[in-house]
């Protein structure tokens, strides 16, 4: 019913930025809430940050990890979200997934992944 795709991914050196982004799609949906996770082989998908509602005020959460460091907002009439990274560590290098919520539907939409990798 929903297809969920990321982008923005890439190499970036320690310090810098990058900016994903998700799109959600499908025949008709209302979506509770949308966030960011991110896994490296061999460990845990971990959560990143996510945010609900019609609003970003009040309705951001952020793992400890990248507080102060990414910032998640949306645009509800685009279905999407963005993760702004900034001040990039080796160890953010991991393939970061897309989760969009439903109202009313069980199932947890996914999206197939971006890589981030942050290197010298």
């Known amino acids: 019913q929903v297809q969920v795709v990321e982008s923005g991914g890439g190499l970036v050196q320690p310090g810098g930025s990058l900016r994903l982004s998700c799109a959600a799609s499908g025949d008709r949906f209302s979506i509770y809430g949308m966030g960011w996770y991110r896994q490296v082989p061999g460990k845990q998908r971990e959560f990143v940050a996510r945010?609900?509602?019609?609003?970003?005020?009040?309705?951001?959460n952020y793992a400890d990890s990248v507080k102060g460091r990414f910032t998640i907002s949306r645009d509800n009439a685009k279905n999407t979200v963005y993760l702004q990274m900034n001040s990039l560590k080796p160890e953010d290098t991991a393939v970061y997934y897309c989760?969009?919520?439903?109202?009313?539907?069980?199932?947890?939409?996914w999206g197939q992944g971006t890589q981030v990798t942050v290197s010298s």
């Open positions: 945010i609900t509602s019609n609003d970003s005020s009040g309705n951001t």
């Open positions: 989760l969009v919520l439903l109202y009313g539907v069980a199932t947890n939409y």
